[in-house]
């Protein structure tokens, strides 16, 4: 295997060979596994767990976890958070990852993603280094976002780590990839998003089939293309089983529910058009 390159201008060359690939990344993959089969696409060699791509990227085989978070030794909190968009459970270190998790759940722009699904190795002032992101999502867009989640802006002081982080940006860069540093305060701002956030997400395995999806559809339809919230559960199923499909409607991307005023019985609901688009 090709030896970790170290000059700038090989780390482009190894890049943009690999980033042509980029463009025909499928965003309607068979779920789950949306994210790993877009990343296996971009790679210079879909299907190895290794790629060369400005130094290296290890992936897992599923796209669980790349390293053991949940040890019983660490002195934070961890878990598991069970996703509907990822079909599994993403293991989680701090309450931040665990709340950005929620808002990937209800982000209708999110098809998928997953918890350190991969690391990147590179030479960073003559040592070899590794950075795990702490989230990988996949957009409607059809972009690749890698993240890092921190409590605040303190922690990205340290000259090393920021260091890290610059030279996991330009990686990402030259992928086509997105690279993103999310604060908690992000995450859980403004106040009234972050509580309708919540309480959508607490129905996201709601089971629900082709006759619910078809019944909203309908109702929405039939409002002019914004039904109020009430009127499309109720069209559903009767509550409180109607409110529970229809918020984990949103979470499927069936549909947009507001989310900048209290969630109630008057809030909005429209279907979700990917990237704009408003033909059904």
């Not at 796209?63 to 079909?87: C, D, E, F, L, N």
């Not at 990937?104 to 992101?133: H, K, M, N, T």
């Not at 709601?206 to 309908?218: P, T």
Request: charged letters at 25%.
């Amino acid at each position: 295997m090709s030896a970790i390159p170290s000059d700038g201008s090989r780390l482009s060359a190894f890049a943009l060979e690999t980033s042509r690939l980029s463009a025909s990344i499928p965003i309607r993959a068979p779920a789950p596994g949306r994210l790993m089969h877009a990343v296996h696409s971009a790679l210079a060699q879909p299907g190895h767990d290794e790629q060369i791509v400005a130094g290296r990227i290890v992936l897992t085989p599923d796209g669980r976890p790349i390293r053991s978070i949940i040890t019983g030794r660490r002195h934070q909190v961890t878990g598991s958070y069970a996703s509907r968009k990822a079909g599994q459970g993403l293991v989680f270190e701090s309450m931040n990852e665990h709340d950005f998790y929620q808002e990937c759940e209800v982000d209708p722009r999110v098809i998928d993603y997953r918890a350190q699904p991969f690391r990147f190795e590179f030479v960073l002032e003559g040592q070899v280094r590794r950075y795990i992101p702490d989230c990988v999502r996949l957009l409607e867009c059809g972009s690749i976002e890698v993240v890092e989640i921190k409590g605040c802006s303190r922690q990205l002081q340290e000259p090393d780590y920021a260091a890290k982080l610059e030279r996991t940006k330009e990686i990402c860069g030259l992928l086509g990839w997105r690279f993103s540093v999310v604060l908690a305060e992000q995450i859980r701002s403004p106040a009234v998003r972050r509580r309708n956030v919540l309480l959508i997400q607490q129905d996201r395995l709601a089971a629900f089939d082709e006759r619910h999806v078809y019944l909203a559809r309908k109702a929405i339809d039939e409002a002019g293309g914004e039904a109020l919230f009430a009127e499309a559960a109720a069209a559903i199923e009767g509550p409180p089983r109607g409110e529970a499909i229809l918020r984990a409607l949103m979470v499927a991307r069936v549909v947009e529910i507001e989310l900048e005023r209290p969630l109630c019985a008057e809030s909005r609901v429209r279907l979700h058009h990917p990237q704009g688009r408003r033909d059904a």
